[in-house]
């Protein structure tokens, strides 16, 4: 296949060749669990999650790695303002990040690997650089062990940074460094720590550094060499340059392809936990629908900021009822109807660096076509139209008719409930509605169409009764 990536950082736009005919690895960094997923942090497992369909479709074995950071700083400090163990911490939020996975209709991780169940991994990694001369024990005795920089010549290659230009790792005690810039691969176990925080080694009790856990795991269950790294573009530097650069100085080839999502704002600013800016997934949910918000972090080019708002929100949201609404029409005009192949147009978009914007218009002007032999009356049409739009919005993670939104159309928590009762009522009137019709009271039976158009509610009268859905470019007021 010709899949093209845009490489942020080392490589231009080129054809994807995988490493293994036929099969594809892939690792992303995942969550460090010291809280629950905001939706900056899930744009990122929706965007590798459509990679990952994409790829699929295209008829590759996609291995995808995607890790969980159990063990950090912030979680040793968050754990103990709550005073909780911190491994108890951890697995509460990774629990959370499982769900919010599942609740947006992302395929599970193939693997998804906890730091902790791979120090020795680790210990091994840093052990060959300290032999081979790109690693060193920290010079004050703590018992840190740090990547030398200046001993890598190649350092700042993936974010296109000059060493001296780069400001200090502050990721430890400046005082064990020969340069400031050097990070740490190992922490050393400190007074007033959870002694269950810590692991024995040859170099002291301690656990390993952020960088030092992602380079030994992808190497694990993908190999010194596979097709494509990838995470938030925050992750370039200095995470994943550091991860480059180890893994490369250990004698790996490490990751062939980068691919780095952009992020999503509020406020002008970053999502981030940091700066309490948060919008977390399972919040949310409970008033939108779970597939309303993944159309909404597909919808943009995943290299291009989203700055979240409420109106951008609700636009989207209205957006995915439009493809839905002609999913369910013609599904019961014409039922029994699977996904099929989807358009040249919207493959070349898929191909050329998952240019969603470009893909979606694809899908629209199919959707457009679809509801016009809807009311053609074209059967045969509709039939082939839907298997091509279904394969569409089934590369996105977006069909309706399909798990996990088959049935509840994708309806969670607080709106499902809000769904369920809003049905109901409507229900109400349409049948009001039928029964004036049957006495031929077309005046009544008017009035109740209208009261439900300035509403947003459009009706549609078909062979077997009546059907409903929100028209909001309909509603008055």
């Known amino acids: 296949m010709s899949l093209r990536l845009y490489d942020t950082a080392i490589r231009e736009i080129r054809d994807f060749v995988p490493l293994r005919p036929g099969k594809v690895g892939i690792y992303h960094c995942g969550l460090t669990v010291q ?243 948060t919008l977390l997934v399972s919040e949310v949910v409970k008033r939108i629908r779970p597939v309303e918000l993944r159309y909404y972090l597909v919808a943009a080019h995943y290299r291009s900021v989203i700055e979240f708002s409420e109106e951008s929100l609700a636009a989207d949201g209205a957006a995915y009822r439009r493809l839905e609404g002609y999913v369910l029409r013609a599904s019961e005009n014409v039922p029994g109807v699977f996904p099929g192949s989807v358009p040249v147009d919207f493959a070349a978009a898929m191909d050329d660096d998952l240019a969603l914007p470009q893909a979606l218009a694809v899908l629209f002007d199919a959707v457009r076509e679809g509801n016009g032999l809807l009311a053609e009356g074209d059967a045969a049409g509709v039939r082939a139209n839907l298997a091509s739009v279904r394969a569409m919005l089934g590369v996105l993670g977006l069909d309706p008719l399909a798990p996990p939104w088959a049935g509840a159309a994708g309806a969670g928590g607080a709106a499902e409930r809000l769904h369920e009762v809003v049905d109901a009522l409507v229900s109400v009137l349409l049948e009001q509605r039928q029964e004036a019709r049957a006495r031929r009271d077309f005046t009544t039976a008017d009035a109740l169409r209208d009261r439900l158009k300035a509403a947003g509610v459009a009706i549609e009268d078909t062979p077997s009764g009546s059907r409903w859905e929100l028209d909001d470019d309909g509603r008055e007021g």
């Open 35 to 277: 809280g629950p997923p905001h939706i900056g942090h899930i744009r990122k497992e929706v965007v590798f999650d459509v990679l990952r369909r994409w790829l699929q479709h295209r008829g590759l074995d996609v291995t995808l790695v995607a890790n969980v950071t159990d063990i950090d700083d912030k979680i040793l400090a968050k754990s103990a303002g709550a005073e909780r163990p911190w491994w108890a911490w951890a697995f509460e939020n990774e629990r959370e990040l499982d769900d919010a996975y599942a609740v947006l209709g992302c395929l599970p991780p193939t693997y998804q690997p906890r730091a902790t169940g791979h120090i020795p991994e680790m210990v091994e990694l840093m052990t060959t650089l300290v032999e081979r001369g790109h690693a060193y024990v920290a010079v004050d005795g703590s018992g840190d062990v740090y990547f030398d920089v200046r001993s890598w010549p190649a350092y700042g290659e993936l974010s296109h940074q000059r060493l001296d230009d780069m400001e200090p790792a502050a990721d430890a005690d400046p005082r064990g460094k020969r340069d400031p810039r050097d990070f740490a691969l190992w922490k050393a176990h400190k007074p007033g720590e959870p002694d269950t925080a810590s692991w024995p080694t040859h170099y002291g009790r301690g656990r390993p550094g952020w960088h030092l856990e992602c380079s030994a795991m992808a190497a694990k269950y993908l190999g010194t060499e596979f097709d494509i790294h990838g995470g938030g573009l925050d992750l370039r530097f200095p995470h994943h340059e550091n991860e480059l650069a180890q893994s490369r100085a250990a004698g790996q080839a490490f990751a062939r392809y980068w691919m780095h999502n952009a992020m999503v704002n509020l406020g002008g600013a970053k999502m981030s936990k940091s700066v309490g800016n």
